[in-house]
């Protein structure tokens, strides 16, 4: 962004320096005037179409940019051929040093950037005062006094604005990072309570048979089914086994109340799913997205909101609405970079094949929430 502002502010410098340029074309040589307008003002456009292009190609054009101008300015010394203008004129080029710092603030490390601003406008204002028809030294030093300080105010926010961006950066990575060691967490938590689940309704209760002496047949066949479900959960079958109508709705239910106990479940079940199966994987999506949508109608709508879950289940088709009457919001508002929706809701379910998002809302109507997956293969 800061690149392609830099492009324009370029293009409407060489607009109003046009005349002035032209004017002042007969203080140097022939070739000094077309080649300095083409090398700096060039440079500055090449800047704004590097902008697309990468950050490395940016960068690089920044540098070019920079440095052109300090050598376009350098070579008018050589050639001026010793005409000189009235006092109260400037040199074209003088117009604008500030800009050429602020793309090498773009390249470069903050006290080079600086560094290029003297040495930029030190350039200019002596060329400046050399061709006036005064002496040299005549109100040299405010006017570098002024000139320096005027660009230091835009290059400081320039510096500023671009450390701002990096640390947000490094902050949206640090944050994605420590999410997704969190979502590691409640996993390996959640692993955790499946595996002591396991052991509490598998393993102690066949041993508990065991030592009453409980039947041979019931007892062998209990531990067989045990000693299953545990190479189940060791080799991580047991998480691609396919599931029913019944048991979709059961575990949709089941997330929607244990973020909020008291809401209202419905739970619709399409007759032509008899001994329609469904996939974990979008089973799993939709109801963490579900939970998802639900504890943030729980932290935003209001303490006097009233929430409803409609989950209705087709074959090869799960649609899930969540709605409340809430205060509501704009949802083209929200940060692209706030977890709950963004990341939780809309980028699980995007991420999920055939899966979709929906989020209707406004100031004081309230909230719909519409999650469904599709099999794409269907």
């Known amino acids: 962004m800061f690149a392609r502002f830099l492009a324009i502010g370029y293009a409407c410098y060489l607009a109003l320096l046009a005349p002035q340029i032209v004017d002042q074309s007969v203080l140097t040589a022939v070739w000094w005037t077309p080649v300095a307008t083409v090398a700096i003002f060039g440079s500055g456009a090449a800047l704004g179409i590097a902008s697309f292009r990468g950050e490395k190609r940016m960068r690089q054009a920044a540098t070019i940019s920079a440095l052109t101008y300090i050598v376009a300015v350098a070579l008018w010394f050589v050639a001026w051929n010793d005409t000189v203008i009235p006092q109260d004129q400037s040199l074209w080029f003088t117009a604008?040093?500030?800009v050429t710092s602020l793309a090498a603030a773009v390249a470069w490390r903050p006290r080079q950037a600086f560094g290029h601003m003297i040495l930029a406008v030190g350039l200019a204002q002596s060329a400046n005062h050399l061709v006036r028809d005064a002496p040299f030294g005549h109100f040299l030093v405010p006017d570098l006094a002024f000139a320096l300080v005027f660009c230091a105010v835009f290059l400081s926010a320039a510096v500023v604005g671009l450390g701002t961006g990096r640390t947000l950066d490094e902050t949206i990575v640090a944050t994605q990072a420590a999410a997704a060691?969190?979502?590691a967490a409640e996993a390996r938590n959640a692993e955790r309570e499946r595996f002591d689940a396991l052991v509490h309704d598998r393993v102690m209760s066949t041993l508990l048979a065991a030592s009453?002496?409980?039947?041979?047949?019931?007892?062998?066949q209990q531990?067989?089914?045990t000693l299953a479900e545990l190479d189940e959960l060791r080799q991580g079958t047991d998480r691609n086994t396919a599931l029913d109508a019944t048991a979709v709705v059961a575990r949709l239910r089941s997330?929607?109340?244990?973020?909020?106990?008291?809401?209202a479940f419905t739970g619709r079940i399409d007759p032509d799913c008899d001994g329609t199966s469904f996939p974990p994987g979008p089973v799993r999506a939709t109801a963490a997205a579900l939970a998802e949508a639900v504890r943030n109608s729980l932290r935003h709508a209001g303490d006097d909101a009233t929430r409803t879950v409609e989950a209705e289940?087709?074959?090869?088709c799960i649609a899930v609405q969540i709605v409340d009457d809430g205060r509501g919001f704009e949802p083209n508002a929200v940060d692209p970079h706030r977890l709950g929706l963004e990341v939780s809701i809309r980028g699980r379910m995007r991420r999920l094949p055939g899966g979709r998002v929906v989020v209707q809302s406004a100031p004081g109507e309230g909230t719909r929430v519409l999650l469904s997956w599709r099999d794409p293969v269907a």
Do not use: N, Y
């Open 96 to 98: 604008f040093p500030g």
């Open 223 to 225: 531990a067989e089914r």
């Open 313 to 316: 289940v087709a074959p090869r």
């Open 212 to 220: 009453r002496r409980a039947p041979q047949d019931s007892l062998v």
């Open 255 to 263: 997330a929607a109340t244990e973020a909020d106990e008291d809401i």
């Open 181 to 183: 060691a969190a979502a």
